[in-house]
C-alpha cells in the first residue's frame, strides 16, 4: 500500500495527515488537526510522528511527502513546503505539492478524517456540481478558484485562473454551484457569490487529509517532483500592506457602512 503523509499549513490550522488507498478503492487516513494559529511549525513534525506511530510504520515506508503548496498565508506555505522538504530529503522520497483551493473543494466530496468544523448540516457534493473556492486572504481579499469534478478522470478541472481580488469581484459561475471556504463567513453580503450559491460550506477549509486524497490520484499518475524542485504557489507578490493602504482599506470599509446605514 502506498502511504503518504500530508502536512497542510496554509491557514491558522496545523493539519497533518497519514493514509493510504484501501483496496477496495476508499482512503484510510489518520489525521491531527488543531488550531493552533502562528504556531504551526512546532506542531508538525510531533502531529507527524503520532501519526506514523499510530499506523505502525517508518517515514521511509511512505511512497510520497505531500504538502499544501498554496494559495494561503506567506508564512504557512513556506512552513509546510520547508517542512516536506526537509522530510523528504530524510526519507529519500519525492513530494506532491497540493493546491491547497482544491483542497477545500476536495473535502466537499468528503474525504475520511476530515469531518467538517462546525458544520454539520453540509451534504455530499451533487453530482457533476462546480465548486467555487473563496478563503480569506487578508488584506480585504479572498483566493477564489472554480473547480468541477471529472467522474471521467476521477480529478478535479480548473474552471478558471485562480485569483486574489476583493470580495465583490468574484465572479459566480453560471448555473448551480456550491461556495466553499470562509470567505463568505468573514464577508457576507460583499461576497455577492455566496447570494447565488445552491449550496454555502464554510467549514470546508484546507485540510491535510484532502491533501492526501488528491496525492494519491496524482501519485498514481506520476505527478511528483523532487524534492529540491518543491515549492510554495503564491497569487500575492506582497504579504503586507503600506500604512496608507491599511488607511485607504479602513476608509472604503467604513464608507460601505455608511451608506449601507442610509439606506
Known sequence: ??????????????????????????????????????RSSGRVLPAAGELLAEAGIRLAD???????????????????????????????????????????????RGVPGAALEGDTT???????MPVLVALDARMDEVYAGLFAWDAVRGEWRDGGPMQVVAPEAVQAPAGSFCLAGNGVSIYGERLHAAVQAAHTVPGAMPHAAAVVAIAQRALARGETVAAADAAPLYLRD???????????????????AATGERQ
Open 122 to 128: 453540509a451534504q455530499p457534493l451533487p453530482g457533476g
Open 62 to 108: 511512505c511512497a510520497a511527502i505531500a504538502f499544501g503548496a498554496g494559495p494561503g498565508s506567506f508564512t504557512g506555505l513556506r512552513t509546510a513546503c520547508g517542512i516536506a522538504q526537509g522530510l523528504a530529503f530524510g526519507a529519500d522520497l519525492p513530494v506532491v505539492p497540493v493546491n491547497t483551493l482544491m483542497a477545500c473543494a476536495e473535502r466537499v
Open 238 to 256: 506582497k504579504v503586507a500592506q503600506t500604512v496608507a493602504e491599511r488607511q485607504a482599506a479602513a476608509a472604503g470599509r467604513a464608507s460601505l
Open 1 to 38: 500500500m502506498s502511504w503518504i503523509l500530508a502536512v497542510e499549513t496554509s491557514t491558522e490550522w496545523c493539519s497533518v495527515a497519514l493514509g493510504h488507498a484501501s483496496p477496495t478503492g476508499g482512503l484510510r487516513c489518520l489525521a491531527r488537526h488543531e488550531h493552533t494559529g502562528p
